[in-house]
């Protein structure tokens, strides 16, 4: 008899330390990566994706396995993030964004970006004005909102019979895998640090050309250029692995996409901007500027390399160069003085930024008409064929050849 209790109580002893699937210590790292991978695929496909921007429909299939796991592994309730985050795009970088590291201290958004949600979460009118057209079925409300707590408890549940002890380490990791990545990272790094491919009306930077980790969050920029576009890559360089799901799922018909990023389209070069260019210029106006801003750095190149083969100071030029091509409002105070200094030396640079700004006004000035603003155009596209200026000049050709959409 003793025997046997010995040997039960040494098999729940085995049991407590290694779980069901008895893992070796990579086993079980490689199994925490797996599931909140799918956490990460969740967010970032349903919450994201489909339900805050309605970029794309899911079939029930995976919508209901979407909204089960994101209960079971982050007691999110899909009507609270789908309306903090359609509350942070319409305010951004003002004091009624949620999770602005602009206006709330990138220290603050980084590591207490969860707080900051919990805080919104509770205010009923954002979810009145912003939570609309989510899921309000039977179990959404009785089990999803009302019984939100329950998936972690359980996961905790899972997570240790399957693991055992280990099985504590990998639930805290998925309970801070979120919180981390997707409130702190993307929504502070996201807007503090990275590069840009346009510019957004905001602060919103890429944080890797490789959408990988958080599944393609990290083209964040591109995301605020174009909110409503199901695919967060653009350059050829560019890769969203949520978006290489997403083509999966269309493939098994579970999946249908409602829009992606427009792209820019040429034709014949036309004698004269006419309202069509316009509408493309209105249309494209970010991938354009893009285009801009790229003929903005040769020109600099170019007058960096005349100031070097006269073995004059480029330190002035090369500091200001990463803001010539920013509209003025996205520039810091303290370096406009350099940028005034910069475009005082440098003529061409200065005739290039003053265009880039006159070209912004073509799709700003809501007070002319549709007539004058092409008339505008024509004149714009004139001066900068006659300046002188290869950059404005290949420009300005190329822009008309642009198609509408």
Known sequence: MLFFEGAAASAAIDWLAQGVLRLSWWQTVLWALGLT????????IFLHRSQAHRSLDLHPVPAHFFRFWLWL????????????HRKHHAKCETPDDPHSPQTRGLKTVLWRGAELYRAEAERPDTLAKFGRGTPDDW??????????????????????????????????????????????VVNG????????????????????????????????????TYPTSAKLSVKPYEFDLGWTYICLLQKLGWASV????????????????????????????????AGYARGVRQACQDEMAALQARQADVSVLRAARRWLHRDTEQ?????????????????????MVTMREELRQLWLN?????????????????????????????????LRAAQPV
Request: some cysteine.
């Open 37 to 44: 991978h799918i956490t990460i695929a969740s967010v970032t």
């Open 139 to 184: 179990l959404e409300r009785h089990v999803y909102t009302r019984r939100a707590s329950w998936g972690i408890a359980l996961m905790l549940l899972i997570d240790v019979a399957l693991l055992g002890v280990a099985g504590l380490a990998v639930w805290a990791v998925q309970m801070a895998w979120i919180p981390f990545w997707a409130a702190g």
């Open 258 to 289: 409602k829009k992606v990023a427009p792209r820019l389209k040429l034709g014949a070069i036309k004698p004269v901007a006419d309202e069509k260019t316009l509408e493309a210029l209105i249309a494209h106006r970010y991938e354009v500027m």
């Open 73 to 84: 592994t982050t007691s999110i309730v899909t009507r609270e993030w789908v309306a903090i």
């Open 189 to 224: 790094l996201g807007h503090f640090w990275g590069y840009r491919n346009f510019e957004a009306p905001d602060a919103s930077t890429n944080l890797s050309p490789w959408g990988i980790l958080i599944g393609g969050e990290e083209l964040h920029n591109n995301h605020h």
């Open 366 to 398: 809501t007070s002319h008409s549709r007539e004058q603003l092409t008339a505008d155009l024509q004149a714009w596209c004139q001066r900068a064929e006659a300046s002188g200026i290869t950059a404005l000049r290949e420009f300005s050709l190329r």
């Open 331 to 351: 520039v810091p105070r303290a370096v406009l003085p350099h940028l005034a200094q910069v475009r005082a030396a440098h003529p061409v640079l200065d005739q």
